[in-house]
């Protein structure tokens, strides 16, 4: 497995921003499909956003509508996670994954992060 690092997440208020990054080392970053899924407290881990090594992104329906963006620095090895007009519904752990191709880590990506905690106040 690659070994995956994220950071960024934080306490902010309702309709502020963060972007959260994940470092990747141990492999050839440049290769790999990377994304990112989110866990709310007392939920089920969700998809949020992926992107290959080509650029090619897919979201799901809450970061698609424009809120949140996925990028990569293939120079840096890092992947990132804008998130725009935060809602308290976005509170969750977030987690960094990676897999040789989108489909992998949409379904069942075989490297993760140990997460980091967004928690977004009223």
């Known amino acids: 497995q690659v070994q995956l690092v994220e950071s960024g997440g934080g306490l902010v208020q309702a309709g502020d921003s963060l972007r959260l990054s994940c470092a990747a080392s141990?492999?050839?970053?440049?290769?790999?499909?990377m994304g990112w899924f989110r866990q709310p407290p007392g939920k089920e881990r969700e998809f949020v956003a992926a992107?290959?090594?080509?650029?090619?992104?897919?979201y799901s329906e809450d970061s698609v509508n424009g809120r949140f963006t996925i990028s990569r620095d293939n120079a840096k090895s890092t992947v990132y996670l804008q998130m725009n007009s935060l809602k308290p519904a976005d509170t969750a752990v977030y987690y960094c994954?990676?897999?040789?191709?989108?489909?992998?880590?949409?379904?069942?990506?075989?490297?993760w992060g140990q997460g980091t905690q967004v928690t977004v106040s009223s």
């Open positions: 994954a990676a897999d040789m191709n989108l489909g992998l880590v949409r379904r069942r990506p075989g490297s």
């Open positions: 141990g492999h050839t970053f440049s290769s790999y499909a």
């Open positions: 992107i290959s090594w080509n650029d090619v992104r897919i």
